[in-house]
């Protein structure tokens, strides 16, 4: 058994992890914080990014995970919705693994405030995926909520004290991560992402020029 959920679980890795719209998601995070953040040292900008993958991956996986029957229904080419379902209880392990790594390096490394939303978002999260039936537009919104956690992970590990700017970069990676999975379930244009895309990145780099008093 174990065999079979190694097998399984490369090949989920390979469809739905290592591919390239997570790494370039993971990389343009990192590169966002980068630009707000104040590194001292080689080790704080390694120790950031490997919390960035570890974080982006893991709630991938637990979003996977607790839409498994759902994608068996309708995309029975992912796993582990397509899985066998003796292997469900390896994916509980390493999700309840992740998650507890994931608590640990987070009370270690960052602040008491950080760590409470990061219990938020656990506590958030846990209560969406234990509800399974959902309508199409319900399903819309709660993917809405879900996003959530890319603004957060950027929060998780920033390291500016200039929260205006912070609280605009958030925004904009969620309107964008936003609009790409409302255009994908919509089968909305390409074009139109790419549009909004270019439009956000116009208006951040607008938004660096202004005092915060202009602006807000």
């Known amino acids: 058994m174990l065999l079979n959920f190694y097998n399984e679980f490369t090949n989920y890795l390979l469809k739905r992890i290592c591919i390239p719209r997570i790494g370039t998601l993971i990389v343009a995070i990192f590169l966002l914080e980068l630009y707000l953040s104040i590194y001292v040292s080689v080790k704080e900008v390694t120790t950031h990014f490997f ?9 991938r996986i637990w979003d996977d995970f607790s ?13 582990p919705g397509a899985g066998n379902p003796q292997n469900i209880s390896f994916y ?3 999700i309840m693994g992740l998650l507890f790594f994931n608590t640990l390096l987070i009370l270690l ?27 199409f537009h319900s399903r819309l919104l709660r993917n809405q909520i879900i996003l959530l956690k890319y603004p957060a992970i950027l929060y998780l590990g920033s390291q500016s004290t200039e929260t205006y700017r912070l609280i605009i970069s958030s925004l904009l990676v969620y309107l964008f991560i936003s609009w790409y999975d409302i255009s994908s ?6 074009s139109n992402r ?5 439009s956000i990145l116009l208006i951040f780099e607008l938004s660096k020029n202004f005092d915060h008093g202009r602006i807000l």
Request: charge should be positive.
């Open 51 to 59: 919390l960035i993958v570890l974080l982006v991956v893991t709630f």
């Open 67 to 79: 839409d498994r029957k759902y994608d068996y229904k309708f995309h029975p080419e992912r796993l």
């Open 92 to 94: 509980k392990m390493i």
């Open 109 to 135: 490394l960052l602040n008491t405030m950080k760590f409470v939303i990061f219990g938020a978002m656990l506590l958030l999260f846990s209560v969406i995926y234990l509800k399974e039936k959902w309508s």
């Open 185 to 190: 379930a919509t089968h909305r244009s390409t």
């Open 194 to 198: 790419t549009w909004f895309f270019t």
